[in-house]
């Protein structure tokens, strides 16, 4: 018997085609769908059950919308947990064969404390007026990070006590395995949930481009493609992408005009506490108030316009447009190489005609980041909501503390006058 000490040094030296090989995914198509296109090519099988199955899931997403914030938030973690278990699964799949104790119960552990710590952070952020209602969330909150270490402290020790003799190399690798997938999945739906709480626009417009950008790339390659782009995604083309790259511009430029308009889209999501729910009110910005800009003198000659109304918003959906046609596909380019390293082509068989979760939503994280830091570089400031609700929070004589010292530097700016002083 080969020692197994072996078989893990000859794991570091194989090449990507001596990686086991992972049971394909089943077809999941409907048997009615099947049916009623069986007379097709597989080239337009797939075309029509991938614009069926497509133009359902965009209904889907209209509806929860419909049903408001919160009905999106369970959408964001439902996908996040998808998307985990399906790569969580393959690294199962790869490496099932050398019996790992502990690994599938400690992976889900992990996204567990995980989600414990963001989803923490969040409810203190946002809901601290609530929080401070109920003495027992008081104690969570106040203890929220100590209680987080606390819970990955429990699984570290796990993991370590967990260690077998022969596998040690192995059972790193699942553990690094388990903390990547953490941080694709996890972090990047926690700053989705930032990003909405922003404002649903935020939410909608970054991801609502990206959608667009993979339908339009896909009908531009699919009707005029001839180029091939990259070699990791074969079936991509130059033409898919710079048709795809046109049409987001154009459709973000337009979402946004019809979104920027309801106070639903451009509002902050905060929460009521006094009637539990989530609400959507407010005076907008100055990004969502329409203003007037002149036409550059090149482009007067062709449109015929001097001058043009729009919202200062659609400016900055351009920024998210260009991201998410030209940076964004690079996600699904890593997405690409992933399934060739492990010889697969989805990462599931959850959405006919489409794969895995995975497979839909692999540019979407690269969205959410770049979303996050530009709001955080370009667009927000200071927040006087939150300090005020971080004021709440703190002890009586902390809240006198800062007043005192608020009130004096006030008098100093000639702010307040010297006669308040008392």
């Not at 069986?38 to 069926?52: E, V």
């Not at 929220?144 to 059972?171: D, E, N, P």
């Not at 800062?402 to 700016?413: A, D, N, Q």
């Amino acid at each position: 018997e080969v020692d197994l000490e072996e078989r893990l040094h000859e794991l570091d030296l194989r090449s990507d085609s001596d990686i086991p090989d992972v049971p394909p995914p089943t077809d999941s198509t409907p048997e009615i769908l099947k049916r009623a296109l069986s007379g097709l090519s597989a080239r337009w099988k797939n075309w029509w059950i991938r614009g069926i199955l497509s133009l359902a899931m965009i209904s889907g997403f209209f509806l929860i919308i419909y049903l408001g914030s919160f009905m999106l938030m369970l959408l964001v973690l439902s996908i996040q947990v998808k998307c985990y278990h399906e790569i969580i699964t393959i690294g199962y799949r790869v490496y099932h064969s050398y019996d790992l104790p502990w690994f599938r119960s400690l992976s889900w552990y992990f996204l567990l404390c995980v989600n414990y710590f963001f989803y923490g952070e969040t409810v203190a952020d946002y809901f601290a007026t609530f929080v401070q209602r109920r003495e027992q969330l008081q104690f969570l909150i106040r203890y929220h990070r100590f209680i987080s270490f606390a819970l990955y402290l429990t699984g570290f020790c796990m993991f370590v006590l967990s260690l077998v003799k022969k596998q040690y190399r192995l059972q790193f690798y699942m553990f690094a395995w388990t903390h990547v997938t953490l941080l694709i999945t996890v972090t990047q739906s926690h700053l989705v949930i930032q990003n909405l709480f922003e404002g649903m626009i935020w939410f909608l417009v970054p991801i609502s481009s990206v959608i667009c950008n993979d339908i339009t790339a896909y009908i531009f390659g699919f009707f005029f493609g001839r180029t091939p782009l990259i070699k990791l995604s074969p079936k991509k083309t130059w033409e898919g992408f710079i048709g795809g790259f046109f049409s987001t511009v154009v459709f973000g430029f337009i979402f946004s005009y019809f979104l920027a308009q309801h106070q639903y889209f451009v509002c902050p999501v905060e929460y009521n506490s006094e009637t539990n729910r989530f609400v959507t009110e407010c005076e907008p910005s100055e990004l969502f108030q329409m203003k007037k800009y002149s036409v550059p003198p090149l482009l007067q000659a062709v449109l015929g316009w001097e001058t043009v109304n729009m919202y200062p918003f659609q400016m900055h959906s351009f920024a998210l447009s260009t991201f998410a046609s030209l940076i964004g596909p690079f996600g699904g380019f890593f997405a690409s190489g992933f399934k060739r390293a492990f010889k697969i082509k989805d990462f599931a068989d959850t959405i006919p005609g489409h794969g895995g979760i995975m497979d839909r939503f692999d540019c979407q994280y690269l969205m959410a980041t770049f979303v996050h830091v530009y709001i955080t570089s370009f667009i927000r400031g200071p927040n006087p909501s939150k300090l005020l609700k971080q004021l709440l929070i703190l002890q009586p004589e902390q809240q006198l503390s800062v007043y005192k010292t608020l009130k004096s530097y006030l008098v100093e700016k000639g702010i307040l006058q010297p006669s308040l002083r008392g």
